[in-house]
Nanobody, 115 residues
Framework: QVQLVESGGGLVQAGGSLKLSCAAS????????MAWFRQTPGKEREFVAA????????YYVDSVKGRFTASRDNAKNTLYLQMNSLQPEDSAVYYC????????WGQGTQVTVSS
């Protein structure tokens, strides 16, 4: 069963771009606001971006505003995060979940930005 499956991470140079995807089970996606989170070793998982069920409203942590864009395709139960102008401090494992998050997480996708 799908639940939450993140993909699209990788190694990129500073200034580069990546687009993350999150495939979700319908019961985990339909009707819910969704969000992206990230975590680095030894730190708490932190909020990155959120998007309303309609897709019309988005929220971002200050550090990614103007660089990251959250979007969703409700027909495909898929959440996206377009990340531009990536910086080394964006390196983390990225996760998707509902907003607020349910107590069930996917495996995440690793993003590594080299300087």
């Amino acid at each position: 069963q799908v639940q939450l499956v993140e993909s699209g991470g990788g190694l990129v140079q500073a200034g580069g771009s990546l687009k993350l995807s999150c495939a979700a089970s319908e019961h985990f996606f339909s009707g819910y606001d969704m969000a992206w989170f990230r975590q680095t070793p030894g730190k708490e998982r932190e909020f990155v971006a959120a998007i309303s069920w309609s897709g019309r409203t988005t929220y971002y942590v200050d550090s990614v505003k103007g660089r990251f864009t959250a979007s969703r395709d409700n027909a495909k139960n898929t959440l996206y995060l377009q990340m531009n102008s990536l910086q080394p401090e964006d390196s983390a494992v990225y996760y998707c979940n509902t907003d607020p998050p349910k107590n069930l997480w996917g495996q995440g996708t690793q993003v590594t930005v080299s300087s």
